[in-house]
C-alpha cells in the first residue's frame, strides 16, 4: 500500500517538473484530447461505473450517495465539456504579477508558477477526478486523486481514460496519478508525504476534512463547513430579504453557501417574519427560532444552542430575533465559520461596518449567499471553497492553485 | 503553563477582532508611541537584559548567541527606529487588490484584512519581539510572542513595555502578548491552538522549524533553509562572476540568502577557478569540490555528497564542475532548497531558461542571491523569507501578514 502510495507521488513529482513549463498551447491541446476521449470512452466508462453502482445498491447507500456516484451519457459530457471549458481560460502561470526597479538597477518580478504536485482526496463523486486533473493539468501541476472506495471502478476507469489520452498528447502520463488502494491507511500515508506532495486539498464531508487537517504535514487548504448567515436589519426591504432567505436556504440546501440561520431586527419581526415563514413552510422548511421567533411563527421548533451552530445542509433554518446589528454582529462572530454572511439593507453606514467588522471568506450586501462560488464569481472554474486564511480564501479557481517565484534581473549587483 | 498560553491565545483573539478594523491613523500613532516608549524605557531594558546576559555566560552559550542577545543602546535605538519605519508604510489593510462587476450586477471586491492572531516561535534575539510587535500591529493583527528561554527577561521588558504603550495609545493592550513560560512543552501546546491561533511563524534554527512544520495543526509558514547555488556558465563575465561569488558567500555568510555551492561550466573551469578560488581564500573561505575542481585548486578539500547537501552558514563553500546548464539544472532540481539560485550568464536564451526552469523563491540573472530580503526587494519591512509554496513565497513584508476576503454589493440579487 505505502509502495503503490510513495510510488505513484515520487513519479508525480518527476512529471511536475516537465510540467511546470509546458506552453499554454500544449496543456491546452491535452486537455481538448482528454475531453474527447472521455466521449470516446463513454461505453467503457458507464460500464466500469455501473460495478460501483451495483455494489453501492448492495451495501445499502444512501439514494443520494448513490445519485452523486451515477454517471450517465451526460454527466459524461459535461465532465468532457469541463475540460473544454478549462482548455479555454487564459493560462495561470507565467503571470508577471508585478514588476519594478530598486535603485541600484536590479529589476525584480512577481511570477505565477505552479504549485508542483496537488493531492486531492475526495469521496464518491467520480467527476471529481476529470474536474481535478483538468484544473491541476491547466495550473501546470501533477495531480495525486484518491477517490473514495465507493467510486473506485469509475475513478479507475476515468483516470486511466484521462492519463492516456494526455500521453498521447506529449504531456507525461505520471501528471494525472490514482491511488487504487481505497484502505484509510493509504490516506494516513499521503498526509505526510511532505517532500512529494506541495498540496492537500480534501473534498468532502467534515470527518474527512479534520482528519486532513488535524493529521497532515503536506499543507492543507481547508475547505467546507458553512454556517451562513443572513441579517435582516430594521431598515431592510423586506420583500427582498425574504426572496433572499428563499432563496438562499431552498434553491439547494445541501451546499456549504446554503443559508443556515436568520437574525432578525426586532423592530421589523413582526412585519417579516409570519410572511417570510410562509414562503419556507410551503418550500418546506422546518424552523428552528428563538422564543421571540415563536411570538411571531407559532409553528416554530425552540432552538437550541446548538441549532445555531449547526450546518443543517437541509431544509432546517435557525432563527434569532435579536436587538440590533451589534447583537447581530456578535452572533456571527461567535457562530459563524468564516464562509459567507451577509446583510439586508438599506442604511449606507451600517452596510458599511457589515463589510468591515464580518471576518469571513464572503461578505454580502442585499444578495443571497449561494453566489459563493467560482462560477458565479466569474473564475470559470472552481477546485473548492477554502474556508481557511491562508493562501487561497473563498472560491479557489486556477489562480488558487498556483504560487510565484521572484525573477530578478541584474548586471552584476552585489550587496554592499 | 497551559493556562497561561491558552488565556493569552484567548485574549489576543479577542483583541483581533477589535484591531482589525483599526484606522492606519490609529495604528501608527501607536506604533510611534510604543517606538518613544522604549526610548524611554532605555535603562530598564538594558537592566533586564544584563540579566540574560549574565546567566548566558554562566551557562556557557557561544560568543555569537551571546551578542545575538546583548542589547545595547544602539540596538534599542534600532528597534524604535524600525517602529517608526513601519508606521510610515503604507496601510496594507483594505487595499481593494481587485473589483469588479458579474453580469446580473453583483459588484465583487477582494479586500485584504488582517489573519488575526499570529504566532512567533523564535530564539534569543530580543529585537525580534519589537520587529514582530510591530509589524503584527500595522497589519492589523494581535501576536503572541514565544521567544527562548536565554531572552526571557529582556524579551518580558520589551514586550511590557509595548503592550503598555500600545493600550494607552488606544489599541487593546492583549494585541501583543508574551509567553513567559519557556519550557518546550509550552511550544508544543501553542502548536495544536487552532481555535485561538490562525497563523504561526517560526523563526531560529533548523531543528526549531522542523519541530513546528512536523506538529503544528495551526497553519505555519516554513522560513529558514537557504542552500542557495550560484551557476557560472561558460558564456558569463567572469569578473562578474567572481565578485558575485564573494559577495554571495562573504559579505555575511550565517544568513539564509548566502552563497552555499558553486557550479562552473567545464569550459571556463580552468580559466575561472584559479583566480576566483585565490579571492575566496583571501576572504577565508574553505572550499570543498569535485575532483575537477581540486584539478584547478590544488588546495580544495574533496566535496562528499553530504557537502553538496549541507547549508554550512560559515566561510565554506561546495563547487563542482558541470558540463552544461542541464548538468547544473538537474544540481540545483536535487540540491536546492528553493530559497535563491542565481546564474552568470550573458546569455538571453540561458537566462531565460535559467529563471522558468529553477523552481526557487528567488531566482537571479547576473546578481548576488544576498539580495533575498525584504529590505532589499523593496518591501520596506521583512517578517521572514518563506521557503514554502503557500500563502508566501519568498522575502515576506506586510502584505504576507494579511489575508483577504470578497465583498459583494448586490440589489437582491438571487441565485437562479
Not at 97 to 102: A, G, N
Amino acid at each position: 500500500m505505502e509502495q503503490e502510495v510513495f510510488n505513484k507521488a515520487k513519479e508525480a513529482k518527476e512529471a511536475a517538473r516537465k510540467l511546470s513549463f509546458l506552453s499554454a498551447n500544449e496543456k491546452n491541446t491535452a486537455l481538448n484530447a482528454m475531453a474527447q476521449a472521455l466521449r470516446d470512452n463513454n461505453d467503457y466508462i458507464l460500464q466500469e461505473n455501473a460495478k460501483d453502482v451495483e455494489t453501492g445498491r448492495e451495501k445499502g447507500l444512501s439514494r443520494a450517495l448513490i445519485d452523486r456516484l451515477s454517471l450517465s451519457p451526460e454527466r459524461i459530457n459535461d465532465m468532457a465539456a469541463g475540460l473544454e471549458k478549462v482548455s479555454s481560460l487564459d493560462d495561470p502561470v507565467g503571470v508577471v504579477e508585478s514588476m519594478w526597479t530598486r535603485p541600484n538597477g536590479l529589476q525584480i518580478g512577481r511570477i505565477s508558477t505552479p504549485v508542483g504536485v496537488v493531492g486531492i482526496i475526495y469521496e464518491a463523486r467520480p467527476n471529481v477526478t476529470a474536474d481535478a486533473a483538468g484544473l491541476c493539468l491547466k495550473t501546470g501541476n501533477a495531480v495525486v486523486l484518491r477517490g473514495g472506495s465507493e467510486a473506485i471502478n469509475s475513478n479507475k476507469a476515468v483516470a486511466g481514460v484521462l492519463a492516456g489520452a494526455a500521453g498521447a498528447a506529449g504531456i507525461p502520463s505520471a501528471a494525472v496519478q490514482l491511488i487504487e488502494n481505497t484502505d484509510r491507511a493509504a490516506v494516513n500515508y499521503m498526509l505526510k508525504l511532505k517532500d512529494y506532495l506541495d498540496l492537500l486539498i480534501p473534498r468532502g464531508g467534515a470527518g474527512l476534512i479534520r482528519t486532513v487537517v488535524e493529521n497532515a504535514t503536506v499543507p492543507v487548504i481547508e475547505t467546507g463547513v458553512g454556517n451562513c448567515h443572513v441579517y435582516v436589519d430594521n431598515e431592510a426591504n423586506l420583500e427582498m430579504a425574504r426572496d433572499i432567505i428563499v432563496n438562499a436556504k431552498c434553491q439547494r440546501p445541501g451546499v456549504c453557501n446554503a443559508l443556515e440561520s436568520v437574525l432578525v431586527h426586532r423592530d421589523i419581526a413582526a412585519a417579516f417574519l409570519p410572511a417570510a415563514a410562509e414562503k419556507l413552510k410551503e418550500a418546506g422548511v422546518e424552523i428552528r427560532g428563538c422564543e421571540q421567533t415563536q411570538k411571531h411563527v407559532s409553528w416554530a421548533n425552540l432552538a437550541t444552542e446548538e441549532d445555531y451552530s449547526s450546518e443543517f445542509l437541509d431544509l432546517v433554518l435557525s432563527v434569532k430575533v435579536v436587538k440590533d446589528i451589534d447583537e447581530a454582529l456578535d452572533h456571527i462572530y461567535e457562530f459563524g465559520t468564516g464562509h459567507s454572511e451577509a446583510i439586508i439593507t438599506d442604511s449606507y453606514q451600517k452596510g458599511r461596518r457589515f463589510h468591515r467588522e464580518v471576518d469571513a471568506a464572503a461578505v454580502y450586501i442585499n444578495a443571497s449567499t449561494r453566489f459563493t462560488d467560482g462560477g458565479m464569481f466569474g473564475f470559470g472554474a472552481e477546485i473548492g471553497i477554502s474556508t481557511q486564511k491562508l493562501h487561497a480564501r473563498g472560491p479557489m479557481g486556477l489562480k488558487e492553485l498556483t504560487t510565484s517565484k521572484y525573477i530578478i534581473f541584474g548586471e552584476g549587483q552585489i550587496r554592499e
